[in-house]
């Protein structure tokens, strides 16, 4: 484990904070790039979406879907937040929080880190050796705010609900990042319904699992008074009635039950994708839990560019600070889809 120091440089220590998947992805290019569940939003969705637009004339009004979002974690409503996307809830968590030492725990979304310095704070690396997994220890006993992702992107590894718990203390904020936590069947190690470890902070986003990056909708959840604080940094009305829609709907019984069915799915053929990458010379990080796989390869910058010649994108690893060049993240799509990707793979190894 290192921890590193802040750099005097915009882009964060030699790392471009501010890249991502869609980057990758252009016309004619098969998208194994952003994760983003694909064949999205479906069509009960949409057509919930589709109706919401009559009501444009007047102002949102989020406490239907704050209710909804809290029944379905088992908090108060006045402990849910929404907010544009989850990359909003990171902006209102820099520009709440005084920290004395923050710690960002990589190689995860390079977002959290992003706000944190474009507020002026000092950030504080720790970063994880491979398969990635997390000892509590390793972070700075002095770190009074802690960023971690679970499921983490983008190395796909899971962190037990206990291990992260250790990471709460008074006086410390610990922000866990639960975008792909739904990639989970049952979300068994989610940290969402916990409203007895002080200072947590879990943000959620339905992008990923939803389809609905261009809608920008997510939520914190927190205790009681951290929420109102974090709200008074919110512009008004900062979520739109098609995205409190979509709130509303995708914390249904239904919409629950659908994910679930999904994320077993996906499970089925994530485990298949990395088998066959392995196969093909590999190295797939282990115990994936997400919707992407992270692969080192020592050509992997040369595959990401062949591969793009062949008409498929796919997500550079060296933005992520702890990796390098020598690492790809793989979105898991369809079986049919993930067969033309290792079929090129195979041709071009």
């Known amino acids: 484990m290192r921890v590193e120091e802040r750099s005097d440089r915009a882009d964060g220590i030699g790392v471009d904070l501010r890249h991502h998947g869609d980057s990758e992805v252009g016309p004619d290019l098969l998208d ?13 969705l949409a057509e919930r979406l589709a109706a919401s637009l009559e009501d444009l004339a007047a102002y949102p009004d989020p406490r239907p879907a704050r209710e909804a979002v809290a029944r379905r974690h088992g908090r108060a409503p006045d402990e849910v937040l929404l907010t544009a996307g989850a990359a909003e809830a990171f902006v209102l968590i820099a520009r709440f929080a005084r920290p004395r030492r ?21 950030v ?11 000892d509590p220890a390793l972070v700075p006993d002095d770190a009074d705010l802690v960023i971690i992702g679970n499921p983490t ?22 922000v866990v990042d639960e975008a792909f936590a739904d990639c989970v069947p049952g979300e068994p190690e989610s940290l969402s319904g916990r409203a007895d470890l002080p200072g947590l902070i879990v943000v959620r986003s339905l992008t990923k699992t939803w389809g609905l990056a261009g809608l920008r909708v997510g939520y914190l959840l927190a205790e009681a008074a951290l929420v109102r604080s974090l709200a008074e940094t919110q512009p008004l009305w900062a979520v739109s009635t098609p995205a409190l829609t979509a709130a509303l709907e995708c914390s249904s019984d239904r919409a629950v039950a659908e994910a679930r069915e999904w994320a077993r799915e996906l499970g089925g053929e994530r485990d298949r994708l990395a088998a066959e990458l392995a196969g093909l010379g590999l190295r797939v990080t282990p ?5 992407f796989l992270l692969v080192r390869s020592p050509q992997a910058d040369r595959l990401r560019t062949r591969l793009r010649a062949h008409g498929i994108a796919v997500r550079r690893g060296d933005t992520f600070p702890g990796l390098g060049t020598e690492y790809l993240r793989i979105a898991v799509r369809d079986r049919q889809t993930n067969e033309r990707l290792t079929r090129t793979l195979a041709e071009l190894l």
């Open 287 to 291: 115990n994936a839990a997400a919707s």
């Open 124 to 134: 504080h690396r720790v970063l994880l050796p491979p398969d990635y997994t997390l």
């Open 102 to 122: 923050a710690v960002v725990v990589h190689p995860q979304f390079t977002e959290p880190e992003a706000a944190l310095r474009a507020a002026g704070h000092e």
């Open 153 to 174: 992107n983008p190395t796909s590894v899971l962190h037990p609900a206990r291990t992260l718990a250790r990471l709460a203390r008074p006086g410390r904020l610990l």
């Open 32 to 44: 194994f790039a952003v994760n983003v569940r694909a064949g999205t939003p479906p069509r009960w």
